[in-house]
């Protein structure tokens, strides 16, 4: 598998690269998916999104993607019904689990998925897109 893009992750005034996919989640929960063009092996999701924390809860405020005449996606087409059109961001109600974010230098490179390391971890727990934990985990220089 080669390395994939990384999603963005705005927190607390920093963009942070992320090793996790929160849409993922949604998307699979679909009785229908969505196709999105192939764009390239560095994106075998076939998206990339762009995140932000804010009052303590994970929002989706882009998406870049095309679906498969080309045309490109806007989060309205993929949320409907959630779409805040003041800020025209998607709350992530739907997300459950710990965002992975790297931090610090690259130590050692892997030419497949998330599988490189970084200086530390910051990691985000999130119940139903509430931000519930914050923890960084430091990793060890190789030798």
């Known amino acids: 598998m080669t390395a994939q893009f990384s999603e963005c992750l705005v927190y607390q005034g920093k963009t942070l690269r992320m090793q996790s996919l929160p849409l993922s989640s949604y998307l699979d929960s679909l009785s229908n998916p969505p196709a999105f063009e192939?764009?390239?092996?560095a994106c075998w999701r076939r998206y990339v999104g762009t995140w932000e924390v804010t009052h303590d809860r994970l929002y989706?405020?882009?998406i870049k993607a095309h679906w498969r005449d080309?045309?490109?996606?806007?989060?309205?087409?993929?949320?409907?019904?959630?779409?805040?059109?003041?800020?025209?961001?998607?709350?992530?109600?739907?997300?459950?689990?710990?965002l992975?974010?790297?931090?610090?230098?690259?130590?050692?490179?892997a030419h497949m998925g998330y599988e490189s390391t970084y200086e530390e971890s910051l990691l985000l727990s999130?119940?139903?897109?509430?931000?519930?934990?914050?923890?960084v985990s430091q990793h060890a220089t190789p030798s």
């Not at 192939?38 to 092996?41: A, D, R």
């Not at 992975?100 to 490179?109: D, E, M, S």
């Not at 999130?126 to 923890?135: I, P, S």
Request: net charge neutral; aromatic share 12%.
């Open 70 to 98: 080309g045309a490109p996606v806007r989060l309205e087409q993929l949320f409907p019904e959630f779409t805040d059109s003041v800020t025209r961001k998607i709350f992530a109600h739907w997300y459950t689990g710990t």
């Open 38 to 41: 192939e764009v390239h092996t």
């Open 100 to 109: 992975i974010c790297a931090q610090g230098k690259l130590l050692r490179y």
């Open 60 to 62: 989706l405020t882009d």
């Open 126 to 135: 999130f119940d139903c897109g509430k931000l519930v934990n914050t923890n």
